[in-house]
C-alpha cells in the first residue's frame, strides 16, 4: 500500500464556477479513486483561493463585503464535490486560519532568498502576474486579452535565479515528472531564457487591506501565488502544533501529484519548486497538466463571459453524464471542445445506446429466461481472453482517460455485437442460454470494475441490478442507467 497526495489547483471565486473547473475535479477523482481501488491510502484535496486582488475588485464592483463575497462564492465551489461526486478528503479556503500560519511560516523559512527593492512592472490582474513587455500581445496579456496595468512600488522579491540551475536539471531527469512532454518542453525553454528574481508582495494600500501580512511588516501583503501555493502543506498540517500529516503525505512521501490547468504550469514547475527549495521541503513528484474547455474553439472564462453551468448540465443529464463527456470527449492531457450538439451526441450513442441498453437488453433477457434468481457465471475463452485484452489495455494508458474509456467501450460494442449474433431470445436450449448470458454478465461485470473510477454513480446501481453472492449472480432490474434524451 502507497500512500498517495493528489491536489487540484485552487480557483480564485471572483465568480461561480462553470464547466472548465470541473474538468480537473472530475480528471483528479478518477486518480484518486483508481488509487483507493488499487488499495493505496490517499490524501485528495482542493481549495479556493480568496486572497487574490481580482477578488477585491469584483466585490467591489459588487458592492459587497469581500469576506462576505468570497465565501458565497466559495460555497459555489465547495457544492461542486456533491454535484460532481467529488471524493475529496479535505478542501482547504486560503482565508483559513491553518492557511495564514502555513503561508507565513514558508515565508519565514524562505527569507535567506528574500529581499526588499523598488521597481515598476506590468501586471495582469486577471493571472495576478507580472509580464515583460515582449511577452504581450499587441500590448495585451496573451491569457485575458487586457491591458496590464503599469504598477511602481517597493515590494519584497523571491532570488528565483538562485535555483535556475537545479530546477532544470529536476525537470530534464523528470525527478519532477511534467506530464505531458509538451508542456515538459515549454517549462524548460521558459527556464532556458533565463530566470529571474519575481517579486512576491504588494502594498497593503494596492491589496485594500486584503490578504496575509508579510511576516514583520504590515505595510506589505504577500502576492497572492506565494501564498496560495503553500495551500498543498498547509491543508496537511504545516505550520500547525501538529504536522504528522505533512510528514505523513508530504515531506516522507514519494507519490504527489498535482492536477493543474497548462495556463499556471509555469507558477507550479518554476516557482513553487524554487519556494520548497528555499525551504527544504520536499518536492512534488507528477503535474499532471490538462488543456483548456473551449467553446467554439475559445478558452471557457469568467473574463471572457461564454462560461457554461455545471448545474444545468447536471440537472439535465445526470452527474455521470456530465463526467463522461469531460472524461471521454475531452483530451486528458490535451484541449477539447464543448457544444450542446457534441455532448448530447456523445450521451446518447456511448451511454444510453451504448453501455445503458446493454445492460437493460441484458438484464431483461435473463429475467425473461427466468434466470435471474442466480446462476453460476462460466465465460468462454473468448470472452475471457477478450476481457483481458480491454483491461491491458486500459490500464497501460490509465491517464489518458478519453483512450481508456474508449477502450472500455470496445467491450460494450463487442458485446453488442454477439447479442446481434447469438439472439439469445431465439435460443430454446437453456444451457445455451446459461453460457451466452454467462459470457455477458461477465463481461458486465469487468465493465463495472473498469469504469468505477470514472462513472461511480453508475456502478453503484449496475451493482443494485446485478449482484454478485458467493460466485452466483442474482438481477434485480431497475431503472435505465441512462434514459435517451
Known amino acids: 500500500m502507497k500512500k498517495i497526495f493528489i491536489s487540484t489547483s485552487i480557483p480564485y471565486v471572483n465568480a461561480a464556477p462553470h464547466l472548465g473547473h470541473t474538468l480537473e475535479f472530475v480528471q483528479a477523482d478518477v486518480l484518486a479513486r483508481h488509487h483507493r481501488l488499487l488499495g493505496d491510502e490517499v490524501f485528495f484535496l482542493s481549495g479556493s483561493d480568496e486572497n487574490s486582488l481580482k477578488n477585491v475588485r469584483s466585490a467591489e464592483k459588487a458592492g459587497i463585503p469581500v469576506m462576505e463575497f468570497v465565501t458565497d462564492n466559495f460555497k459555489k465551489f465547495f457544492d461542486l464535490k456533491e454535484l460532481l461526486n467529488i471524493s475529496l478528503d479535505d478542501f482547504i479556503r486560503t482565508t483559513e486560519e491553518r492557511h495564514f500560519n502555513g503561508a507565513q511560516k514558508l515565508w519565514k523559512v524562505c527569507e535567506k532568498d528574500i529581499y526588499k527593492k523598488k521597481y515598476s512592472g506590468l501586471y495582469c490582474v486577471g493571472c495576478e502576474e507580472f509580464y515583460k513587455e515582449e511577452d504581450l500581445i499587441d500590448g495585451l496579456c496573451p491569457e485575458h486579452k487586457v491591458k496590464p496595468e503599469l504598477i511602481e512600488?517597493?515590494?519584497?522579491?523571491?532570488?528565483?535565479?538562485?535555483?535556475?540551475?537545479?530546477?532544470?536539471?529536476?525537470?530534464?531527469?523528470?525527478?519532477?515528472?511534467?506530464?505531458?512532454?509538451?508542456?515538459?518542453?515549454?517549462?524548460?525553454?521558459?527556464?532556458?531564457?533565463?530566470?529571474?528574481?519575481?517579486?512576491?508582495?504588494?502594498?497593503?494600500?494596492?491589496?485594500?487591506?486584503?490578504?496575509?501580512?508579510?511576516?514583520?511588516?504590515?505595510?506589505?501583503?504577500?502576492?497572492?501565488?506565494?501564498?496560495?501555493?503553500?495551500?498543498?502543506?498547509?491543508?496537511?498540517?504545516?505550520?500547525?502544533?501538529?504536522?504528522?500529516?505533512?510528514?505523513?503525505?508530504?515531506?516522507?512521501?514519494?507519490?504527489?501529484?498535482?492536477?493543474?490547468?497548462?495556463?499556471?504550469?509555469?507558477?507550479?514547475?518554476?516557482?513553487?519548486?524554487?519556494?520548497?527549495?528555499?525551504?527544504?521541503?520536499?518536492?512534488?513528484?507528477?503535474?499532471?497538466?490538462?488543456?483548456?474547455?473551449?467553446?467554439?474553439?475559445?478558452?471557457?472564462?469568467?473574463?471572457?463571459?461564454?462560461?457554461?453551468?455545471?448545474?444545468?448540465?447536471?440537472?439535465?443529464?445526470?452527474?455521470d453524464g456530465v463526467r463522461y463527456f469531460l472524461l471521454r470527449e475531452i483530451p486528458a492531457l490535451g484541449d477539447g471542445d464543448f457544444t450542446y450538439e457534441k455532448f448530447e451526441k456523445r450521451y446518447n450513442s456511448d451511454l444510453a445506446s451504448g453501455l445503458g441498453n446493454l445492460f437493460s437488453r441484458t438484464l431483461a433477457m435473463v429475467t425473461k429466461a427466468e434466470l435471474n434468481n442466480g446462476f453460476e457465471i462460466k465465460p468462454s475463452n473468448l470472452f475471457v481472453e477478450k476481457n483481458k485484452e480491454v483491461e491491458g489495455k486500459a490500464n497501460e494508458r490509465f491517464i489518458q482517460f478519453n483512450e481508456t474509456l474508449s477502450d472500455i467501450w470496445e467491450l460494450v460494442s463487442f458485446c453488442d455485437k454477439y447479442i446481434d449474433e447469438e439472439k439469445p431470445w431465439e435460443i430454446t436450449d437453456i444451457e445455451k442460454q446459461k453460457e451466452v448470458f454467462s459470457n455477458l454478465i461477465y463481461s458486465l461485470n469487468n465493465i463495472s470494475k473498469l469504469i468505477e473510477p470514472f462513472l461511480p454513480s453508475t456502478v453503484e446501481k449496475m451493482k443494485e441490478q446485478l449482484k454478485e453472492e458467493n460466485g452466483v449472480f442474482i438481477v434485480n432490474k431497475g431503472e435505465a442507467l441512462f434514459p435517451r434524451i
Open 153 to 319: 512600488e517597493e515590494n519584497y522579491f523571491f532570488k528565483l535565479s538562485n535555483y535556475q540551475e537545479k530546477i532544470k536539471e529536476l525537470i530534464e531527469t523528470d525527478k519532477v515528472k511534467i506530464i505531458p512532454e509538451v508542456r515538459k518542453n515549454e517549462v524548460l525553454s521558459f527556464i532556458n531564457s533565463g530566470l529571474q528574481d519575481f517579486c512576491i508582495s504588494r502594498t497593503s494600500e494596492r491589496a485594500k487591506g486584503w490578504g496575509i501580512d508579510v511576516p514583520g511588516d504590515s505595510t506589505q501583503k504577500m502576492w497572492v501565488w506565494f501564498d496560495a501555493l503553500s495551500n498543498y502543506i498547509n491543508a496537511l498540517g504545516y505550520g500547525s502544533n501538529d504536522e504528522s500529516k505533512f510528514n505523513e503525505f508530504w515531506q516522507n512521501n514519494e507519490f504527489k501529484t498535482h492536477v493543474i490547468g497548462k495556463g499556471i504550469i509555469r507558477f507550479h514547475s518554476v516557482y513553487w519548486l524554487a519556494m520548497l527549495l528555499s525551504a527544504g521541503i520536499t518536492l512534488p513528484k507528477v503535474l499532471f497538466v490538462h488543456g483548456y474547455l473551449t467553446v467554439d474553439n475559445q478558452k471557457m472564462s469568467k473574463s471572457i463571459g461564454n462560461v457554461i453551468d455545471p448545474k444545468e448540465l447536471v440537472s439535465k443529464y445526470g452527474t
